[in-house]
């Protein structure tokens, strides 16, 4: 069974960095990709970031993180890391990991980031 976990939440002034890291266990098949997303309550959940292992490494960012977060993985093995720089406000919310395989799309518990002077 595949589980994924994610750490590294927790408060952060404006202005200030924090990195997320998402490790995998249980995983039968290589990951196709690994992706950030995040949810504010009562909002959808809003794409973060992602990483393709089948296209040599290829990452998409939402505008909104666009040269402030760095996604990186050890190439679909097992972790995924989001350097989250440059820290707003907006930036607030429950941030999870997901990943993919041939089979279907797996989730972790979430992690809290709170953006607050």
């Known amino acids: 069974q595949v589980q994924l976990v994610e750490s590294g939440g927790g408060l952060v002034q404006p202005g200030g960095s924090l990195r997320l890291s998402c490790v995998a266990s249980?995983?039968?098949?290589?990951?196709?990709?690994m992706e950030w997303y995040r949810q504010v309550p009562g909002a959808q959940l809003e794409f973060v970031a992602s990483i393709g292992f089948s296209s040599g490494l290829k990452t998409t960012y939402a505008e909104s993180v666009k040269g402030r977060f760095t996604i990186s993985s050890d190439n679909g093995a097992s972790t995924m890391d989001l350097q989250m720089d440059k820290l707003q406000a907006e930036d607030t919310a429950v941030y999870y990991c997901s990943a993919r395989d041939i089979i279907t799309r797996y989730w972790g518990q979430g992690t809290q980031v709170t953006v607050s002077s």
């Open positions: 249980g995983m039968k098949f290589r990951f196709d990709d």
